[in-house]
């Protein structure tokens, strides 16, 4: 296979030519880039600039990619690497081993009436199962909706009913952090109040299969994935991407950005959970026959080395994490990282939130020892791949971004959001709200994504960002009702839902305050039906309000500080003024905010003195 790296260790200069024609002719740019997909049919083009579509008439599979072709030509080579709970815990799954996981998984998939098309529930720990299941239904065109083992039973519930699954695929039970977490019992709490419940499937007790090793050839119109995330509103959105056009995204930006060789191991810390598990763990990887490394346990349990113990053992040459990880471990003693060899480390990668200077500066000369580029890479659920990453040179500039992938046009509105004018394969393809996947056409769910991401022809990010006279982006942030905690995307309005559904709570407003290890954390504005709360009283529905959060979102959700207000600003239609609640949770004063727009500004002192003594959650458990 084409390893192709004439792109990898660029100048600035080759960067902006190669990157201009990448626009002005990217036929012919993703042309060259399709070659690394064995084809059944080679589509005439790469890009058909006329209709806008990707790979017209080419047929493939995305799970012969990953997982066959490797599977002939190197049966023996390790694809997966699992380390668990404990350090010894470590289990090596060859390609043909792994070709044979993902049949048994797929004949049973079949066995069990799942056809082309139909959407897959999984819910699993980060073990290789996991990744066998979702390439099982890319071997059959079923789509996998895997739902992150963190998120509860309600979450899960909402997820599996909203795209219809047709079977949930789990295991019994999994380790972290020394606990053991009951993954069928949530499954089947999820399940027990849905009116068509899907089938569950428990990857522990398989049993006798009869193997069928079918391989369902795709088109350029069919599709892969759903993956849920969180928007502006109440319930999160899911995600659709298409197969072909978006594994030939996902792979060369994985060759590229991280300038790939056929002997590299690459150790990703992410969960299959969320997209960056889905790109660059499921699929990237496993499409240049790679080994890659996967941990299920928690970096700190036994003791908080264990990235560091992995990248030893293991040889890791790329490792790609996240700033939340890096300035949790940047907390612990030195020694933790000193005691391992991590001079195998080439590249290293941040992904999820911007990363702070002092972070940057922690992974790039005491993890990467000063020899390893960054890539701090900027993408979301949405655009498949990544889209900004920087040059691998090691000129950095911490804490951006960088530079656009080839093919992709950002720009900067007047209101300093990144948006995208150009077109390019990885981007979804659909988006699903509160209808189903299977109930509603394909083009429904197509024009209602044009619809809600678009304007003016260019694709909106969410994302506030500048741009340096190099061309250099930095991201700073959300500029929608977003929460990023710990790189785990989460909508302010998911939470209010929760706490609105407490007995006491009249009303609640939740925003983002900055957090020292998770980037971001919730904090939480509740007006109580009572209007005079004791310290008990508002201690109780503290702890309600975890409780909620938990048991509607999951544990990653809880909010960090809860403030009792006797109301909230809102503007003459009754609208929250969100920016006050934002300004005053942040310490400022509402005195240097416009307030003209709210109505019962006499509220705003209250606010102030509310924020001044909110309860932080930490203290309240030890109310327990
Ligand atoms: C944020 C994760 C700054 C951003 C792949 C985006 C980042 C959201 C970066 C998407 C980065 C991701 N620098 N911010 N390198 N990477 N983000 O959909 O706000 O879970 O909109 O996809 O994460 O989150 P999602």
């Known amino acids: 296979m084409l390893l192709e790296h004439e792109l990898a260790w660029v100048d600035e200069k080759i960067y902006w030519e190669i990157y201009e024609n990448s626009l002005k002719y990217p036929n012919e740019f993703w042309m060259r880039h399709m070659q690394d997909i064995s084809w059944k049919k080679s589509p005439e083009i790469a890009f058909d600039e006329r209709s806008g579509r990707w790979l017209p008439g080419g047929i493939s599979n995305v799970c012969y990619n990953c997982i066959?072709?490797?599977?002939?030509?190197?049966?023996?080579?390790?694809?997966?690497?699992?380390?668990?709970?404990?350090?010894?815990?470590?289990?090596?799954?060859?390609?043909?081993?792994?070709?044979?996981?993902?049949?048994?998984?797929?004949?049973?998939?079949?066995?069990?009436?799942?056809?082309?098309?139909?959407?897959?529930?999984?819910?699993?720990?980060?073990?290789?199962?996991?990744?066998?299941?979702?390439?099982?239904?890319?071997?059959?065109?079923?789509?996998?909706?895997?739902?992150?083992?963190?998120?509860?039973?309600?979450?899960?519930?909402?997820?599996?009913?909203?795209?219809?699954?047709?079977?949930?695929?789990?295991?019994?039970?999994?380790?972290?952090?020394?606990?053991?977490?009951?993954?069928?019992?949530?499954?089947?709490?999820?399940?027990?109040?849905?009116?068509?419940?899907?089938?569950?499937?428990?990857?522990?007790?398989?049993?006798?299969?009869?193997?069928?090793?079918?391989?369902?050839?795709?088109?350029?119109?069919?599709?892969?994935?759903?993956?849920?995330?969180?928007?502006?509103?109440?319930?999160?959105?899911?995600?659709?991407?298409?197969?072909?056009?978006?594994?030939?995204?996902?792979?060369?930006?994985?060759?590229?950005?991280?300038?790939?060789?056929?002997?590299?191991?690459?150790?990703?810390?992410?969960?299959?959970?969320?997209?960056?598990?889905?790109?660059?763990?499921?699929?990237?990887?496993?499409?240049?026959?790679?080994?890659?490394?996967?941990?299920?346990?928690?970096?700190?349990?036994?003791?908080?080395?264990?990235?560091?113990?992995?990248i030893e053992r293991e040889h890791v040459s790329i490792f790609y994490s996240a700033p939340t990880a890096i300035r949790s471990l940047q907390m612990f003693n030195r020694k933790f990282v000193e005691r391992h060899d991590l001079s195998s480390l080439r590249i290293l990668g941040?992904?999820?939130?911007?990363?702070?200077?002092?972070?940057?500066?922690?992974?790039?000369?005491?993890?990467?020892?000063?020899?390893?580029?960054?890539?701090?890479?900027?993408?979301?659920?949405?655009?498949?791949?990544?889209?900004?990453?920087?040059?691998?040179?090691?000129?950095?500039?911490?804490?951006?971004?960088?530079?656009?992938?080839?093919?992709?046009?950002?720009?900067?509105?007047?209101?300093?959001?990144?948006?995208?004018?150009?077109?390019?394969?990885?981007?979804?393809?659909?988006?699903?709200?509160?209808?189903?996947?299977?109930?509603?056409?394909?083009?429904?769910?197509?024009?209602?994504?044009?619809?809600?991401?678009?304007?003016?022809?260019?694709?909106?990010?969410?994302?506030?960002?500048?741009?340096?006279?190099?061309?250099?982006?930095?991201?700073s942030g959300r500029l929608d009702d977003v929460i990023n905690i710990s790189g785990h995307r989460l909508g302010t309005a998911e939470f209010e839902c929760a706490i609105n559904k407490i007995d006491e709570v009249k009303e609640s407003a939740v925003v983002a305050v900055p957090h020292d290890i998770k980037g971001q954390t919730a904090f939480a504005y509740v007006v109580s039906k009572t209007e005079l709360l004791t310290p008990e009283a508002k201690a109780d529905i503290a702890k309600k309000i975890v409780a909620a959060t938990r048991c509607c979102i999951g544990a990653i959700a809880k909010p960090d500080f809860i403030a009792f207000v006797p109301d909230l600003p809102k503007t003459r239609s009754g609208k929250i003024v969100r920016h006050i609640l934002r300004a005053i949770a942040n310490g400022e004063s509402y005195e240097n905010k416009d307030v003209a727009s709210v109505v019962n500004s006499r509220v705003l002192p209250d606010l102030q003195a509310a924020v001044h003594n909110s309860l932080h959650c930490p203290d309240m458990c030890k109310l327990k």
Not at 145 to 151: C, D, K, Q, R, T
Not at 183 to 199: C, G, I, S
Not at 386 to 396: C, D, E, G, W
Request: with cysteine; hydrophobic share 40%.
């Open 350 to 475: 941040s992904v999820g939130e911007p990363i702070n200077r002092s972070a940057w500066q922690w992974y790039f000369d005491v993890i990467g020892g000063g020899r390893c580029p960054i890539m701090d890479t900027w993408w979301q659920t949405e655009t498949g791949g990544i889209v900004l990453a920087p040059l691998r040179t090691l000129k950095q500039k911490p804490g951006v971004a960088g530079k656009p992938f080839f093919g992709i046009s950002p720009k900067i509105s007047d209101n300093g959001e990144l948006t995208i004018t150009s077109k390019w394969a990885g981007l979804c393809r659909a988006v699903v709200y509160e209808c189903g996947v299977a109930g509603n056409t394909t083009e429904f769910c197509e024009n209602i994504f044009r619809k809600n991401y678009f304007k003016d022809g260019a694709f909106l990010t969410g994302d506030g960002a500048t741009q340096d006279a190099n061309g250099d982006i930095k991201i």
């Open 68 to 310: 066959d072709r490797h599977a002939e030509k190197t049966p023996d080579k390790p694809a997966i690497v699992w380390y668990g709970d404990m350090p010894g815990e470590r289990r090596e799954i060859s390609f043909a081993e792994l070709q044979r996981m993902v049949v048994r998984i797929s004949s049973v998939l079949r066995a069990r009436g799942v056809k082309k098309g139909d959407v897959v529930g999984l819910y699993m720990p980060m073990i290789p199962e996991a990744i066998a299941a979702m390439q099982a239904c890319a071997r059959m065109g079923a789509l996998h909706l895997v739902v992150f083992a963190g998120f509860s039973a309600e979450a899960l519930a909402y997820r599996l009913s909203v795209s219809q699954a047709k079977v949930i695929l789990t295991v019994s039970a999994a380790n972290r952090g020394g606990k053991r977490i009951k993954v069928l019992d949530n499954v089947e709490a999820a399940v027990v109040n849905m009116e068509r419940p899907p089938e569950i499937i428990n990857v522990d007790t398989l049993g006798n299969v009869e193997l069928d090793d079918r391989i369902a050839w795709l088109s350029e119109s069919d599709n892969l994935f759903v993956l849920y995330t969180s928007g502006s509103s109440g319930k999160p959105k899911g995600i659709i991407h298409s197969a072909l056009p978006y594994i030939l995204y996902v792979a060369t930006t994985f060759k590229v950005i991280f300038d790939i060789k056929p002997n590299d191991v690459y150790f990703c810390t992410s969960d299959v959970g969320w997209i960056t598990g889905h790109s660059y763990i499921a699929y990237a990887p496993l499409f240049f026959g790679l080994t890659t490394v996967i941990f299920s346990g928690s970096p700190t349990y036994p003791e908080a080395d264990r990235y560091w113990d992995i």
